[in-house]
């Protein structure tokens, strides 16, 4: 029995300790998804793809903080499963080992119903933000909030296809602003990024453009292609998104 609610201690740990570790990637500009993601793979040691892990790596508290969850994930994995193997070894008798396996089922649902709960994750996510504010040097901050990053708003990625209405036309003459998008940087076919570019940024085939807008012009954008039609579907974005501007006047 002890070695079941040991168990049990060790997972919720490192549930919770990978929660702190995805808030706490997500204070650094992570989205939620990939925040959670990047925390639980580093925890587990499953590893990350090359451009993945250069955006960690290349950011030295994303860095710190993948670094400890390697350190610790490697110990706590070996520990759980010396764990669970004491949890069906060492149970003298049958009725040992089914109050063993009913503590460990009974546990592991309560811990799930409580990492699926929004209640909980919200009250868990204000808890780890102060303590992460006063206790260490991350500087903490709701960048999902800060942006509006909720309902049409959102900040997507887009690799320019050929045949595309984005390609070969520099950021002036596409006139993305009109439609309500903010264009925040340009990753180059070559590896080079373009961090807040200007006017002049020529957009090519292969770009990937980082915008900031609404999901619905970044889907009528991707299937854009360029012709009379495009052309048409900008232009009627841009008067919708300048009616809209005049009504809240």
Known sequence: MLAAISLFVIITLSALLTKVAAIALMHTGLSTDVAKFQARSAYTGSGFTSAES????????????????????????????????????????????????????????????????????????????????KYTKIDVKDY?????????????????????????????????????INVLGIKKEDGNYIGSPNGDNVILVNDIITMYGKAEVFRNLDARDDDFLGDWNHNKIAAKENLDKESKH
């Open 54 to 133: 250069e955006k960690l790596l290349n950011h030295p508290v994303r860095r710190k903080i993948i670094y400890v969850l390697m350190l610790v994930g490697n110990a706590g994995i070996i520990t759980t499963l010396s764990s669970l193997i004491l949890t069906f070894v060492l149970p003298s008798n049958r009725s040992s080992l089914l109050y063993s396996i009913l503590i460990l089922l009974v546990g592991l649902t309560l811990l799930w119903l409580a990492i699926k709960s929004k209640i909980v994750d919200k009250w868990l996510s204000k808890v780890i933000d102060r303590m992460l504010k």
């Open 144 to 180: 999902a909030a800060i942006l509006h990053l909720s309902g049409e708003y959102q900040i997507s990625e887009l690799r320019v296809r050929k045949g595309s209405w984005l390609a070969n036309k520099n950021l002036l003459e596409l006139d993305l602003k009109s439609e309500g």
